[in-house]
């Protein structure tokens, strides 16, 4: 079958992330919640999956966009065995980060290329464009995100190509119960104005305090269960809900729960002032 038989299959039908079609058991209930321009939960029930040109045997679903208000794009990625991005994802300008979750995945740039397994990541600064195959059996399940890379005179990002397995765990502001880790270098380079992280708590752990900031956030829970308050609502969360928060919107976390620690990717702009 051409790719244009395939494309129009796929358009032929409603896919979701689910693989869930028809009636459900149930009346129709949703626990997602859109505020554009302030913050959204979206939960894996309902979302759709997208086609987006030069990914092949993928399934693709975008979550936080400029549609929502933020100044990135994430989106989480299956990857079937065999399938990937030949011709590079990119664009003039871009930077790109790619999260393998669980997988095998050969991953690259132009200036590294490497095979990951869970926990691989690379970071392609603009200039660069990300390309990846599943070289594994199963499929690899992934985190993409791209935003509009803000140049800063006389400095420069690089590529980083790891796996976050063999980064140690940081107390988060001194909480024994609460750990992070940082994906990229920014803390200490200018040349990079994003950063990625992971948040863990232990149930009932949770932020020293409810923050109020300039950055923006997209959050993926890949573990656990939590209580976060957004705004002025306190919402329940858990494992494969997506979260967006924008600038200065009141924002803090309990884990919940009988075990499995509250853990999310994160990415967050940092190192640049803000533009009149």
Request: net charge negative; proline share 3%; charged share 25%.
């Amino acid at each position: 079958m051409c790719s244009e038989e395939k494309l129009k299959e796929k358009e032929n039908l409603m896919s979701y992330f689910n693989n869930i079609t028809g009636y459900r058991k149930d009346i129709l209930t949703n626990r997602s919640q859109v505020h554009k321009g302030s913050w959204a939960l979206i939960e894996p029930d309902g979302i759709v999956k997208n086609v987006i040109p030069g990914f092949e045997d993928c399934d693709i679903t975008i979550l936080g966009s400029p549609r929502l208000g933020a100044s990135f794009v994430d989106y989480i990625v299956t990857i079937h065995a065999g399938g990937g991005c030949a011709e590079g994802f990119g664009a003039e300008g871009v930077e790109v980060f790619f999260y393998v979750f669980n997988g095998r995945v050969e991953l690259g740039n132009g200036e590294k290329q490497a095979t990951v397994a869970d926990g691989g990541y690379i970071f392609c600064p603009a200039g660069t464009k990300l390309t990846f195959k599943n070289v594994g059996d199963e499929d690899a399940f992934c985190f993409l995100y791209k935003r509009v890379y803000e140049p800063l005179a006389g400095y420069k990002a690089h590529t980083v190509l790891a796996n976050i397995n063999d980064v140690d765990w940081i107390d988060y502001e001194d909480m024994t119960d609460a750990r992070s880790k940082d994906f990229l270098p920014s803390a200490n380079d200018l040349g990079f104005d994003m950063n990625m992280h992971i948040l863990s708590f232990k149930p009932g752990a949770c932020h020293g305090y409810i923050e109020t900031h300039y950055q923006q956030h997209g959050a993926y829970i890949y573990s656990g269960e939590g209580m976060y308050v957004l705004g002025d609502e306190w919402v329940p969360v858990k494992k494969g809900d997506y979260l967006y928060m924008d600038s200065y919107v009141p924002q803090a976390c309990y884990a919940v729960g009988r075990g499995e620690e509250f853990a999310y990717i994160y990415s967050k702009d940092c190192n640049r002032d803000s533009q009149l």
